[in-house]
């Protein structure tokens, strides 16, 4: 029977979370159907974690089986508003400013400075936030960018940031973040490139017009093929990701990276998330830095 979208509220606020649990047949076929769309790769072990991070969507569709969400998403998506959400309750979104404080040292010591000096430079330099979360890494990468070739706008840098959660570009877009996540800022950059907020917007700050500027956000899905875009960027970001995509999806994104990056460009990879093998492809310079060949 397909199931009622059509309660509201009062039910749904009497379905309270700890009720709902999830057999491991209805497990296994939200895993498959989420690593089909997301390349997202579930072990049993986060059995609890999509019991908890789907409930609020049955919640909110009045449901108390994983099996009727299945079959919603299955069958009663044809807009994918249900799919979009799901993939959104789903995904971790942890960052910060400046995370992992060697790569953007990297580029302002070494890759931003070759550039500059650089008299047969291409225009713009092109940066790609491959997995942006809420902007932080973004934002982190224009300031970056600013301080290094502090006569530069926006026709001479151009960040893309994608993510395939909509919440979270949303709020990347805004450039609105709270002091406690702007702490990760150092003083005098929070000073040049970001707004205090008053009155409602107290304890609140927002990044400036010059630094909103260089950075573009949208949504893409690493997985699709192909990518949208058509100019080959001088670095990419692809941090953080890749950890929750299995071995041959990580080894396909690695090759199609390859395949927008410029020669001598780099790829920039989380803490945990070494590449293997491809040595015909990219060369390690770095803690979890790579250029390609
Ligand atoms: C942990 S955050 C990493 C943010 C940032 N790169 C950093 O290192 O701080 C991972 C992000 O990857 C996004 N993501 C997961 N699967 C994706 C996919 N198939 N395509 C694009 N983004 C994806 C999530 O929505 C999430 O915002």
Redesign the pocket.
């Known amino acids: 029977m397909a199931p009622s979208h059509t309660v509201t509220g009062k039910l749904s606020s009497i379905l309270d979370d700890s009720r709902l649990t999830i057999s491991d047949a209805e497990f296994r076929q939200l895993r498959e159907f989420i690593h089909a769309h997301?390349?997202?790769a579930l072990s049993e072990h986060k059995k609890a974690l999509v019991c908890s991070r789907l409930s609020k969507r049955l919640r909110h569709h009045g449901l108390r089986h994983y099996s009727d969400y299945y079959v919603l998403l299955v069958e009663n998506d044809p807009e994918g508003a249900e799919l979009m959400a799901m993939i959104n309750a789903i995904?971790?979104?942890?960052?910060?400013f400046f995370?992992?404080p060697h790569h953007f040292r990297f580029l302002s010591e070494h890759v931003f400075p070759a550039y500059r000096q650089n008299p047969g430079r291409e225009r713009p330099l092109r940066l790609w936030?491959?997995?942006?979360?809420t902007g932080?890494?973004a934002y982190s990468l224009a300031m970056t960018a600013l301080e290094a070739m502090p006569s530069f706008n926006e026709q001479d840098i151009r960040i893309l940031a994608?993510?395939?959660?909509t919440d979270?570009l949303a709020r990347a877009a805004s450039g609105v973040y709270t002091q406690t996540q702007a702490s990760h800022i150092p003083e005098a950059l929070l000073r040049r490139y970001f707004l205090k907020g008053q009155g409602a917007h107290q304890g609140e700050v927002m990044a400036k017009p010059v630094l909103k500027s260089l950075v573009h956000f949208h949504w893409?899905?690493?997985?699709e093929e192909p990518w949208p875009m058509h100019e080959k960027f001088d670095v990419i970001?692809c941090?953080?990701?890749l950890i929750?995509f299995d071995k041959p999806t990580q080894q396909k994104l690695f090759r199609r990276m390859a395949g927008v990056l410029k020669k001598d460009a780099y790829l920039m990879l989380?803490h945990s998330e070494a590449m293997h093998g491809l040595n015909d492809l990219f060369k390690p310079v770095g803690h979890s830095i790579y250029q390609k060949k």
């Open positions: 997301t390349g997202i995904t971790t979104n942890k960052t910060d995370r992992e936030s491959a997995a942006s979360s932080e890494e994608t993510d395939i959660d979270v893409l899905n690493l997985q970001f941090r953080n990701v929750y989380g």
